[in-house]
C-alpha cells in the first residue's frame, strides 16, 4: 500500500500529537484513578480495536502469534503494561512537560544499550551525542542547578520516568526477538496478557467507579487515540519512509506536550527550554550514521507505539 508523503507527514503529527495527549490528558486522570486502574482500563478499552484492525490489516496466523507468548508476556510486562505504570504514576509528582522531556532520551538510551549488550559499534559522534542529551536531562531533573547534581532533592516523577526509560530500553532491545510477528498482532497479544496479569492486582484494588465526565473521556481518549490510532498511523508511515526516518518525529511528542502546556497556562522555564533543545541536538547526534546502531534503533523504535 503506497501512501503519498504528505499523508505520511500528517500521519506522523498526529500520531505524536496523540501521545503528547496521553501525557497531558494523563495528568489529569491519575487523580481521580490509580495508575493500575488506568493502565488495565486504557488496554482493555484499546483491545477492543487490536484484534479487529489486526486481522483486517495483518491477517495473521493466530496460532502462530500465539505460539510466542513467553517473549510476549515478558514484553507485556516491561512495555505494555510496566512503563505505563511507571508514566502514570510519575505523573502524579511531575508535570507532563518534565515526563516528555525526560522520556526523549530513550532513543539514545537505546543505541547505548545496543552498544553494551548487542555489542554494536558506537561511534565517537555517536557518544557525543549521548553525553548531550544526558546533560539536558540532568538540566531537567536538576532545575538547572548542576552544581547541586550529587544533593539536589530530585523530583520523585522525574526518577519514575527514568525508570520508566529504562524499561523500554529492555523492551526494545527484546523487541529483535519477535521481527517475525506482524506488530499490531503482537500488541494485541500481548495486551491481552497483560490485562491477564494485572487482573487479579485490579479485582483487589480500590477501583473509582464514580468518575467525572472529564476523566472518563480522558481514559476513553487514552484508550483509543495514543493506544490506537498512533499505533496505526505509525505503523502505515514506518512501512513507507523506514523507523529511522520515522523516528525523528518523536521529538514532536515533547514539542506538542510543550504547546498544550502552554495553552493550558502551564508556565515553561528557560531551563526546560534549554534541557530540551540539548536532549533534541544529544538524540539526533547519537542516531547519526552507525549503520548497526541504527538498525537497532529501527527494531526499538518500530515498537515503541506500544507504549507511549
Given amino acids: 500500500m503506497l501512501v503519498k508523503r504528505e499523508y505520511v507527514v500528517l500521519f506522523l503529527i498526529l500520531a505524536n500529537m496523540f501521545w503528547a495527549g496521553n501525557y497531558i490528558i494523563g495528568q489529569y486522570v491519575v487523580a481521580e484513578m490509580s495508575p493500575l486502574q488506568m493502565t488495565f482500563s486504557r488496554w482493555l478499552i484499546a483491545l477492543l480495536f487490536l ?8 491477517r495473521p496466523s493466530w496460532k502462530k502469534v500465539w505460539r510466542q507468548w513467553k517473549v510476549l508476556l515478558v514484553m507485556s510486562l ?6 505505563n505504570l511507571l508514566l502514570y504514576k510519575a505523573l502524579q509528582f511531575t508535570t507532563p512537560l518534565n515526563a516528555a522531556l525526560v522520556n526523549a532520551i530513550n532513543p539514545a538510551v537505546i543505541v547505548l544499550f545496543a552498544a553494551v549488550f548487542l555489542k554494536e559499534k558506537i561511534s565517537s559522534i555517536n557518544g557525543l551525542g549521548l553525553i548531550i542529551s544526558l546533560l539536558g536531562v540532568i538540566l531537567v531533573l536538576t532545575n538547572g542547578q548542576l552544581q547541586q547534581i550529587f544533593s539536589v532533592h530530585y523530583n520523585f516523577g522525574d526518577l519514575l520516568m527514568l525508570l520508566a526509560i529504562l524499561v523500554w530500553t529492555i523492551y526494545s532491545i527484546l523487541g529483535r526477538k519477535i521481527r517475525d510477528i506482524p506488530p499490531i498482532s503482537a500488541t494485541a497479544v500481548s495486551v491481552s496478557l497483560g490485562l491477564l496479569t494485572l487482573f487479579p492486582f485490579v479485582l483487589f484494588s480500590d477501583l473509582n467507579f464514580h468518575l467525572s465526565k472529564e476523566a472518563t473521556l480522558g481514559i476513553l481518549y487514552i484508550g483509543i487515540f495514543p493506544s490506537v490510532g498512533s499505533f496505526i498511523f505509525w505503523n502505515i508511515s514506518i512501512r513507507q519512509i523506514g523507523a529511522s526516518r520515522a523516528g525523528i518525529y518523536l521529538n514532536l511528542i ?3 506536550t510543550a504547546i498544550f502546556s502552554l495553552l493550558l497556562g502551564k508556565p515553561i522555564s528557560s531551563v526546560q527550554i534549554l534541557g530540551g533543545v540539548l536532549v533534541f541536538v544529544g538524540v539526533y547526534l547519537s542516531n547519526k550514521v552507525v549503520k548497526q546502531a541504527q538498525e537497532t534503533l529501527d527494531d526499538g523504535t518500530r515498537c515503541i507505539s506500544k507504549n507511549i
Fill in 51 to 58: 484484534y479487529p484492525i489486526a486481522t483486517w490489516i495483518e
Fill in 78 to 83: 516491561l512495555g505494555v503494561m510496566g512503563y
Fill in 254 to 256: 515533547t514539542v506538542f
